[in-house]
């Protein structure tokens, strides 16, 4: 967490990686946000060790919206990476009096009622479905983590496979319930060029999103583009304060 004690309608970043990542994901961007940020992990990781076997979508939901609501402000930007955009949209419905924005960066968000496996870009994988069903835990193929790779040099690639972790496969496979967020906290979305675009086009119009913004990045631009990435939470965020009339 960065150094800076927050008040209240001070602006906070709350910062939540996708499947297989950590916190860790977040340390190349974070030197490029112009206000106080927290970078959390799921369950299983870090600060969050857990028995991952036992946990659901609704635990993972759950973890992030108990840090959220413990932030000392009421106008928390929650940028949701990949899975994490479910996670955001859920914590949003959890805790709505902390929130001021959304971010999704290439989030993925099915239909309420739905599934995460159902926006996946693993879904087309015939025997990663199988394992996401009968498998209390989930880590896909090296060679589909390096497909998440894609922009990145050598070195931070290797990175990413080293540090990648099992999941609950509940994560993908739970029904995922939302609710459409209300005009007062708006969502923005950032396109990659890694997922399906009509998938993104589809998570766009069912967000509502307010604003789109395309980098021409892949799926990892906290790594790959971290500055230009940090400009765009920025811009939000300023948004955010301004909002708030600070």
């Keep these: 967490m960065n150094g800076i004690a927050p008040g209240h309608s001070q602006v906070y970043?709350?910062?939540?990686?996708?499947?297989?990542?950590g916190s860790w994901v977040w340390e190349n961007l974070i030197?490029?946000?112009?206000?106080?940020?927290?970078?959390?992990?799921?369950?299983?990781?870090?600060?969050?060790?857990?028995?991952?076997?036992?946990?659901?979508?609704?635990?993972?939901?759950?973890?992030?919206?108990d840090v959220v609501a413990s932030l000392e402000t009421d106008n928390v930007v929650l940028v949701g990476h990949s899975i994490g955009g479910a996670v955001a949209m859920r914590v949003t419905n959890m805790v709505p009096e902390k929130i001021s924005s959304v971010v999704l960066v290439g989030g993925t968000v099915p239909k309420s009622g739905r599934s995460n496996l159902s926006v996946s870009?693993?879904?087309?994988?015939?025997?990663?479905?199988?394992?996401?069903f009968f498998s209390p835990t989930v880590k896909p193929p090296e060679n589909l983590i390096k497909q998440l790779c894609a922009g990145l040099d050598g070195a931070t690639a290797d990175m990413v496979l080293s540090k990648y972790n099992r999941e609950s496969a509940r994560l993908?496979?739970?029904?995922?319930?939302?609710?459409p967020l209300p005009d007062s906290i708006p969502v923005y979305y950032v396109k990659d060029t890694y997922l399906d675009q009509d998938i993104q086009n589809q998570i766009v119009r069912r967000v509502k999103a307010e604003k789109v913004f395309k980098l021409?990045?892949?799926h990892l631009p906290m790594l790959e583009t971290p500055e230009e990435l940090g400009g765009i939470i920025n811009l939000v965020a300023g948004g955010a304060l301004a909002g708030a009339g600070v």
């Design 121 to 132: 870009p693993f879904i087309e994988n015939a025997m990663l479905r199988v394992i996401f």
């Design 216 to 218: 021409g990045h892949g």
């Design 172 to 179: 993908f496979t739970d029904p995922v319930q939302w609710n």
């Design 31 to 65: 030197p490029y946000l112009n206000y106080p940020a927290i970078a959390l992990d799921f369950p299983g990781r870090g600060a969050e060790p857990s028995d991952l076997k036992h946990l659901g979508f609704e635990d993972y939901a759950q973890s992030v919206a």
């Design 13 to 21: 970043m709350a910062l939540i990686h996708g499947a297989g990542l």
